[in-house]
């Protein structure tokens, strides 16, 4: 059974500063997805990563993949306010004929402070 | 149009009556799903569907059934549920072979309430 552990769950950060959080899954997957969701709403996709030494960026966020350490990370730079949310990631579960399978993470839910 | 729509937003029902979330997509995305989540929980996968047709049931209970009556069109039937199944019920579509690089986009969701 394919298992995703994020850490940490929790994180209070202060506005201006670096984190990271961890994305460990136990089997083989070379597809790894970060969503973000607010209170209330629905999942919004924040990153793809399809490949080994995969790394995206976008503002504030960059995501990483290592397929060989079963890891993918997301930085958060400099945080503001407007991050604070609950940021899941995902493994996609091979299924050729029938779509993704995806199996999250139990989440991290991020809080900045000012 | 990135956009998947889910109706009813919220929905209160009794644990006799019968119901039907619906959600919609026209972005020419092949597999539809349907999942489940509780609060301060992350999404579990229900249903999929793939060119209509159902191919994955993450063994759900037979009060909950899936219908994809086509291409652009998913709906859960809801009979006879229990208050543990109050949670948010989330639609998602993507398309269907994998090396699309393309991530499955999810609705607003309906907020199902069981009384």
């Known amino acids: 059974e394919l298992k995703v552990e994020q850490n940490p769950l929790f994180l209070s950060m202060q506005e201006g500063k670096n984190y990271t959080i961890y994305c460990n899954y136990s089997?083989?997957?070379?597809?790894l997805y970060w969503y973000r969701q607010d209170p209330g709403k629905s999942l919004e996709s924040l990153f793809v990563?399809?490949?080994?030494?995969a790394v995206k960026q976008e503002g504030r966020l960059m995501a990483s993949l290592d397929t060989k350490a079963r890891l993918s990370t997301l930085h958060i730079t400099a945080a503001v306010h407007d991050l604070s949310a609950t940021y899941f990631c995902?493994?996609?579960?091979?299924?050729?004929?029938?779509?993704?399978?995806?199996?999250f993470g139990e989440g991290t839910q991020l809080t900045v402070n000012p | 149009d990135t956009e998947v729509t889910q109706t009813p937003k919220h929905l209160v029902m009794g644990m006799t009556n019968k119901k039907s979330l619906k959600c919609e997509q026209h972005m020419g995305h092949r597999a539809m799903y349907w999942y489940k989540q509780k609060a301060k929980k992350p999404p579990e996968l229900m249903f999929v569907?793939?060119?209509?047709?159902?191919?994955i049931n993450e063994s759900v209970p037979s009060r909950f059934s899936p219908e994809c009556p086509n291409s652009s069109l998913l709906n859960l039937h809801l009979h006879a549920l229990q208050p543990e199944d109050s949670a948010l019920y989330l639609c998602a579509s993507s398309q269907v072979v994998r090396f699309f690089q393309e991530t499955q986009y999810f609705g607003p969701g309906t907020r199902l309430l069981v009384l």
């Open positions: 089997t083989t997957s070379d597809r």
């Open positions: 569907y793939s060119y209509e047709k159902l191919s």
């Open positions: 995902a493994v996609d579960v091979e299924e050729e004929t029938s779509g993704s399978r995806l199996t």
């Open positions: 990563l399809l490949s080994n030494g």
